[in-house]
């Protein structure tokens, strides 16, 4: 093992300038803004980035160990504070009394309304926000 787990945000190239910020956060988590948008052209790699990052974030180690209950959660797409909207649909309100899942009003009322689980963060990934 070389230290840098899969999935790691040290194995991304190219984009030195959100590496830079994103990098910053990792360092310094408790600096993360409430909201950040990665937006580029296709195919640049903002989904894998984005990904990497929340993993990170998440870590109960802070660096995407892989072995800690968030990291471990994180790798079967079973965790409770990252919530990552399906990239084939387009994000719709939802009805007042009974909430569709990945609606606006699902995550108001069924997720963001708790504290996080695991984690001291939670992150949600909307695919395309345009």
């Known amino acids: 093992m070389t230290g840098v787990s899969p999935f790691s945000i040290h194995e991304i190239e190219g984009q030195d300038i959100a590496l830079r910020f994103v990098n910053y956060y990792c360092l310094y988590p408790h600096k993360i803004p409430p909201l950040l ?54 994000i719709a309100i939802g009805e007042e009394k009974d909430p569709s899942e990945f609606t606006v009003r699902w995550l108001q009322t069924k997720r963001l309304n708790f504290y996080p689980h695991l984690s001291q963060k939670r992150l949600i990934v909307f695919p395309d926000a345009s």
Do not use: T
């Open 37 to 90: 948008i990665f937006y580029g052209p296709e195919s640049v790699g903002k989904w894998s980035l984005a990904e990497r990052f929340a993993r990170h974030v998440l870590c109960l180690q802070g660096s995407s160990c892989g072995i800690c209950p968030s990291c471990k959660a994180f790798m079967h797409q079973a965790h409770p504070d990252y919530i990552e909207f399906p990239d084939n649909q387009r």
